[in-house]
């Protein structure tokens, strides 16, 4: 029996990981990168060939494609190199300004995101009535007719009608500003993004595949851009059909009373001052709302886009730059990959393999769904949001008088179902009650934190299980490559953990405090943060591409020789320094 079979199976409690040692010290997969070092020379190679010995046995590695996407070929199938990268061609790899551009535009979107977030807390939204997409809706009022001209727009808004009758230019500029600079911030990422997007291709520094990927993010920039406004003009108008509970009626003549001190009619425009007992018109002096029967609000559903798309485009940006920073790192061997330092051919055949062990491919996809329920249960807090759900039951764990959930009738409210028959009572009431989609919010909540405990749980168990599994070997005396966990990967699930419990403890406080401005807006923010380490940890599990270990030293070696001399100076710097 092998050295890390035996030692493996020492022990009951390292059962689970027979696998890991076939995949690690006795498969063919570990056995021909092995191989691949020991061919490159007559005689013993040393433990940790230095990167020039490495450069010397280039033709070690073969050139084309291999169906494994995690192993570097035996010295048995050589082919040629192919040609070096010059400058008319697609480079190998990005270079890794591309990823720190992608990390910059992360951290805009990140703000972005809790500055919506902020105007959406403080009502601001729909103080801005017009779109204005290019540089024109960038500039600010300065004058005072430009203020009241801003102001006098707004006013023919459901929102003034109903709820701000009473504001004054300042306060009304307050408002102003938040909506303003969420539209610049915008506009700002937009032209961030894309003119050194472009400048990277143009001058060819982006990878093939990294081409694609950016133009998806840049097209989702665009994209949240239309939806920012197809949100707003939901709250400009009335709703229809299943956006509101709005009660139309048609009057003549708007009817105000007499004696009320904002009594006056300007039946121009349909503007008229309001009192809370009549109807009043919105965009024509022949139409009316029931002020009690609805609340002047963009659509819940089109928040949720919006929100949903900002996320996208985040982590779009974030896992593209630590693909392209990992990638170039494991091309040049030159820094740490998921916290190894992969500065050999060995080490990175070593955590090739460990990557694309099935174990570590499992735990990826576990890691994805466990991302994918975050992202889900922060789209259903959109939905909280956009219903001031939050504003109902603002107690924890219970939803009054002592129980978990709130009645049936409360939950399948009959006046929910616009249809005669009821046939739309069931989903209208899952998507637009506010006591039903808060209910589904807290369980989706609880779901997730308790998924992610159970990930890093899981985690931990692994490391456990490669720790022993190293040991084992070690005290066999093999002289076998130890198998190891990425360090990165532990580190990001204990992060989960610290970023779950404040995020719970968040969504509690603002809840029973009844959805105070900071804390909603730190609880909406703390979503964007999870979803980040969960997005950093499938990062650091995911395998080293094929086209790197098969190619890195064909249509990368300009960049290798780049990487060789900056060393061999440094090293020749040492020499005379101890000279």
């Known amino acids: 029996m092998l050295p890390i079979a035996r030692a493996v199976m020492s022990s009951r409690s390292l059962s689970t990981f027979s696998r890991v040692s076939a995949g690690l010290g006795t498969s063919a997969l570990a056995s021909r990168s092995l191989s691949t070092l020991r061919s490159s020379s007559a005689t013993a190679a040393p433990a940790t060939p230095s990167i020039l010995t490495l450069l010397g046995s280039r033709r070690s590695f073969n ?117 303003w600079g969420h539209r610049v911030l915008g506009r700002v990422i937009g032209v961030a993004f894309v003119l050194p997007a472009a400048f ?90 029931a002020a009690a029967d609805w609340t002047p609000r963009v659509s819940h559903f089109r928040l949720a886009m919006h929100m949903g798309t900002a996320f996208l485009v985040y982590l779009a940006m974030l896992h593209t730059g630590l693909a392209v920073q990992r990638d170039y790192k494991a091309a040049t061997l030159t820094g740490s990959i998921s916290g190894i330092r992969a500065r050999s051919q060995a080490a990175l055949s070593q955590l090739a393999n460990t990557l694309n062990h099935p174990l570590l491919r499992s735990h990826s996809r576990f ?18 949001a956009g219903l001031d759900a939050g504003l109902v039951y603002n107690e924890f764990p219970t939803m009054g008088d002592g129980r978990l959930a709130p009645p049936m009738e409360e939950l399948m409210d009959d006046r929910f179902a616009q249809r005669s028959d009821g046939s739309d009572k069931i989903w209208r009431n899952l998507s637009q009650n506010p006591v039903t989609v808060q209910l589904i919010h807290r369980t989706l909540a609880i779901t997730t934190a308790s998924t992610v405990l159970f990930l890093a749980w899981k985690t931990h168990r692994l490391s456990r299980t490669y720790t022993a599994a190293a040991a084992n070997i070690a ?9 190891q966990l990425p360090p990165r990967v532990l580190t990001l699930a204990n992060a989960s953990v610290g970023v779950v419990v404040a995020q719970v403890t968040l969504g509690i406080t603002t809840l029973i405090y009844m959805v105070p401005i900071p804390l909603a807006s730190a609880h909406q923010a703390g979503s964007l943060a999870l979803l980040s380490v969960l997005v950093a940890l499938i990062s650091a599990l995911r395998p080293i591409p094929a086209r790197i270990l098969a190619g890195m030293r064909g249509r990368n070696a300009q960049i290798l020789k780049k990487v060789l001399i900056k060393q061999e100076g440094a090293h020749a710097g040492a020499k005379r320094v101890g000279a």
């Open 367 to 384: 890691t994805k769904l466990v991302a994918g329920l975050v992202f889900t249960t922060a789209m259903s807090g959109a939905l909280v």
């Open 63 to 179: 050139q084309h494609r291999h169906q494994s996407t995690a192993t570097i070929s035996s010295s048995s199938d050589i082919s040629p190199p192919t040609p070096p990268t010059t400058a008319s061609s697609t480079p190998f790899v990005s270079k890794p300004i591309v990823a720190l551009h992608l990390y910059a535009l992360a951290f805009l979107v990140y703000a972005i995101v809790v500055v919506g977030g902020l105007t959406r807390l403080t009502e601001s939204g729909l103080s801005i009535t017009e779109w204005n997409p290019g540089f024109k809706g960038m500039r600010l009022p300065t004058t005072t007719p430009e203020w009241e001209a801003e102001w006098d727009k707004y006013k023919q808004t459901p929102e003034f009608v109903l709820l701000n009758s009473k504001m004054s230019l300042e306060d009304f500029k307050s408002i102003y500003m938040w909506e």
């Open 475 to 483: 005290q066999a005396g093999s002289g076998q490559v130890l198998p």
């Open 200 to 289: 990277f291709v143009t001058r060819r520094w982006v990878a093939a595949g990294t081409k694609w990927k950016l133009l998806a993010i840049a097209g989702g920039i665009g994209f949240q851009g239309f939806l920012g406004w197809f949100m707003v003009k939901s709250g400009l108008t009335v709703p229809k059909g299943s956006e509101g509970k709005a009660k139309m009626v048609q009057v003549p003549v708007p009817v105000i009373k007499d004696d009320h001190p904002n009594a006056t009619v300007d039946t121009e425009g349909g503007r008229v001052r309001w009192d809370a007992t009549t109807s009043v018109p919105t965009s024509s002096a022949q139409t009316s709302i």
